[in-house]
């Protein structure tokens, strides 16, 4: 290697990205998206559900001490979690039909990363100025004016990333309670480290990482490009209209070059900083902000908006061909995406619908698995939960069918008899039976344990079995 | 083998480990200055450790454990104790109640009897399991303490006076009873027809006569005439189901001949009053609790 060549970087520092202001349609989606989902966030909280007395009257409450998830007219136990799998894969497949459909709008549009960025983004543009002040401030020596414009920025960051983490604390306790108790100042713990946790979080996320987010950490980015095929739109610049590109001056003809008169708004609006001429990237959320800065500059300089626009690989080739192509809805692709978001929808709704409202589990003893009696009979002891999902108290019976001569003993506190068992609203009932038998045939006997409410209809059955011998 | 002279990457301009597989160089990069100066700090302030906790071993010091003190003054001894104290604080609650309160009201209340029986389930595998089993099935020799058949008696009193003073065991107070080793009083033939008798009886079988006569004779005072025990003298039940050693006919004539006693030790002075009620409450639930 000789001394004078330039040793190779093999670091590329990362470029901040200062996205222009930019007005137009996708740019005002996107203001009404933002307000809708913050608000969504800030006050679905304070929502309220009438479930009776001995339930929280919160529409949307996950109650991790009493371990207990409610949403609307739907009540969850922690052994139900999968109703969430369900939700889970329902949110997916939703998210791959979109995506097959429209590319990344969710990310453009609905992501709560790219939300809380842009509102820091309209922060910063706020407190700074736009693009060319801000990056002229970032480049400043630290004068007092951007010392000042700094520390506020970053504290109404920090003002809003401490919202964040506080409207986040509200899903998790009665609402108008704990608010009462930060008016007060009187907050738990765990409220608090959450609220410092989300704080920092948001702040970090929004105001440093960024754009950064979606092309190196996020999952759903490196996947999405999975679904995408030839009829998904995608934002294209129509690179046929608009090269060759170069710089315009007014009153020249068109004649012979492109539309594009390089003016680089599409790339300074960019919030990932992408120049979308360069036809599609990784990084592009498909936001729709290049399009609102081309369509202005289109309107100024009169030629036809659309130059940059929300396309498809089959309408530019269809284009070419001279037909105008529609959008491709329904396709191979799109059509199991519905199926499985119809298959997966039925099921949880069957699920809800048709949710026990009673359980009983029974647990053999293991030690001892059996015990000898004097006169001759054995007995065998088995742990009885009994889930009362209900918001009322209830009575039940329970007996053991499959056995001869079996005699039923309650073991526990006070007197309890198996043909009146309480257990009360919106909770698990554990009891201990003792069922004695006089010895039969087999050394393994299957037994039924039934449970009947009060009128004597059978709610519901457990499969067991009475051991009388060492296997 | 540090080469003499640094070799430098021809593409990068920076200095290579020296070492190559195949061809293949490693950069020696130098580590990023912020981790660079996170690590000294870490090792000062691992320095830092050494005095404010307990760091180094000495031969002498606190107690026999030794060690340097440390200027914060914690433990893990210490807070062991100190979490001890919040979980006896917890106890407190119902501790007194517990301690006021007498067996038969613990029995009906729910928040006592779930205080006994925990404090007993725990305390039974602690102490009382190494015989018992965990789950008190008992053994050859050890009681099974789920069953119905009690040598000394099944009613909670009688279970906390079997804990308290054990049987056979060291305490003036204890329970005693021997059963005499008949291979030095009966002729081989008498104990044989006496355990045919004893093996007819529990299987209710025709009795033997000749066994019939010995039994009354030499048996009967501690078992009984009808051969089921007798509880103040603690002479086993022959005739259920239960055995306490074994129930095959070889057994039982070597347990006649020169009989094997157990040792249920004392526990008064070795667990807290309290405990034993806690332990004599557990075991009353286990199935064969008597009224």
């Known amino acids: 290697m000789s001394d004078t060549a330039a040793p190779l970087k093999l670091f590329a520092k990362k470029e901040r990205v200062f996205p222009k202001r930019v007005w137009g349609t996708f740019r005002k989606i996107k203001w009404v998206a933002m307000v809708t989902l913050l608000g969504i966030y800030y006050l679905a909280p304070f929502l309220r559900w ?37 939700i889970l894969i329902v949110a997916a497949v939703s998210l791959f039909l979109v995506t097959s459909l429209f590319g990344r709008v969710w990310c453009g549009y609905a992501c709560p990363q790219t939300v809380w960025t842009d509102l820091f983004v309209w922060v910063e543009r706020i407190v700074q100025g736009d693009r060319a002040k801000r990056m002229k401030l970032h480049k400043s020596k630290w004068t007092f004016e951007k ?106 003809s068109w004649e012979g070059r492109g539309h594009c008169i390089d003016c680089t708004a599409c790339v300074q609006v960019c919030p990932v900083g992408i120049d979308i001429r360069d036809g599609l990237q990784m990084d592009c959320i498909a936001c729709g902000l290049c399009i609102d800065a081309c369509d202005d500059i289109m309107d100024k300089i009169d030629l036809p908006r659309g130059l940059i626009k929300y396309d498809t690989t089959t309408q530019l080739e269809k284009r070419r061909e001279g037909i105008h192509e529609k959008l491709q809805i329904f396709r191979t692709r799109t059509f199991y995406y519905f199926g499985i978001l119809a298959v997966v929808g039925s099921v949880i709704l069957y699920g809800l619908l048709n949710r026990a409202e009673t359980e009983l589990h029974v647990l053999h003893d293991r030690n001892p698995l059996f015990v000898q009696l004097s006169d001759g009979t054995v007995r065998n002891g088995y742990d009885i939960k009994i889930l009362n999902k209900t918001h009322a108290d ?39 039976l003792f069922l004695s038998a006089p010895k039969p045939a087999a050394k393994r006997h299957e037994i039924v344990f039934e449970l009947r409410d009060t009128s004597g209809a059978l709610v519901e059955t457990y499969d067991s079995v009475f051991i009388s011998e060492k296997p | ?70 200027t914060a003054g914690w433990t893990q001894y210490k807070q ?49 399991a190494t015989c018992h089993g965990t789950g008190g099935a008992g053994g050859p020799g050890y009681p099974n303490l789920n069953d119905d058949d009690w040598i000394w008696g099944g009613t909670i ?108 030790p004392a526990w008064e002075g070795r667990l807290s009053p309290s405990t034993i009620r806690q332990l004599t409450i557990y075991v009353h639930s286990l199935g064969g609790g008597e009224k």
Not at chain 1, 398 to 410: N, P, Q, T
Not at chain 2, 22 to 41: A, C, H, Q, Y
Not at chain 2, 107 to 128: P, R, T, V, W
């Open chain 1, 50 to 86: 009438d479930r009776g007395e001995f339930a929280p009257d919160q529409a949307i409450l996950i109650d991790m001490p009493a371990r207990r998830a409610y949403f609307f007219f739907i009540e969850i136990w922690p052994q139900e979690v999968y109703y969430l799998t369900g």
């Open chain 1, 147 to 252: 010392i000042w414009k700094m520390a506020l920025t970053h504290s109404i960051w920090l003002v809003i990333g401490m919202l964040t983490g506080g409207a986040w604390v509200f899903y998790f306790n009665d609402a108008p309670t704990l608010l009462e108790q930060i008016i007060h100042l009187d907050v738990p713990m765990s409220v608090i480290s959450w609220v410092i946790a989300l704080t920092l979080s948001t702040y970090i996320m929004a105001g440093f990482a960024r754009e950064q987010v979606c092309e190196y950490m996020c999952p759903y980015a490196r996947f999405q490009s999975a679904m995408f095929d030839k009829d998904t739109l995608i934002i294209s610049y129509d690179e046929d209209r608009g090269e060759k590109r170069g710089k315009h001056k007014k009153g020249e």
């Open chain 1, 394 to 432: 209830r009575h039940f019976t329970l007996s053991a069918a499959g056995i001869d001569g079996a005699k039923i003993r309650m073991q526990g506190a006070g007197k309890i008899e198996a043909d009146d068992l309480t257990v009360f609203a919106d909770s698990v009932g554990h009891f201990r």
């Open chain 2, 1 to 70: 083998m540090r080469p003499e002279k640094k070799d430098i990457d021809e593409l990068s301009g920076i200095e290579t480990t020296g070492h190559s597989w195949d061809g293949i160089k490693e950069l020696n990069t130098p580590s990023p200055r912020w981790w660079l100066i996170i690590f000294i700090v870490s090792c000062v302030w691992a320095v830092g450790y050494w005095f404010y906790y307990p760091a180094w071993p000495t031969l002498t010091g606190n107690g026999e454990r030794g060690g340097t003190e440390g």
């Open chain 2, 80 to 128: 062991l104790e100190e979490q001890q104290a919040e979980i006896v604080a917890r106890k407190a609650a119902y501790q007194s109640r517990f301690d006021a309160s007498d067996f038969s009201t613990i029995q009906n209340d729910e928040e006592l009897y779930a205080f006994a029986i925990a404090g007993g389930k725990s305390a039974f595998k602690d102490n009382c």
């Open chain 2, 157 to 264: 009193e009688d279970i906390q006076q079997t804990l308290q003073y054990g049987i056979r065991g060291n305490h003036d107070e204890t329970r005693f009873n021997e059963m005499p080793a008949y291979a030095d009083i009966l002729d081989a033939e008498d104990i044989e027809a006496v355990a045919d008798y004893v093996v007819a009886k529990a299987a209710g079988n025709a009795l033997p006569e000749r066994g019939a006569v010995v039994f009354e004779e030499n048996c009967a005072a501690c078992h009984g005439e009808d051969a089921k025990g007798l509880r103040e003298l603690g002479g086993p039940n022959l005739a259920d189901a239960i055995w306490l050693y074994a129930d095959d006919r070889n057994a039982i004539v070597s347990q006649i001949r020169k009989p094997k006693h157990g040792i249920m």
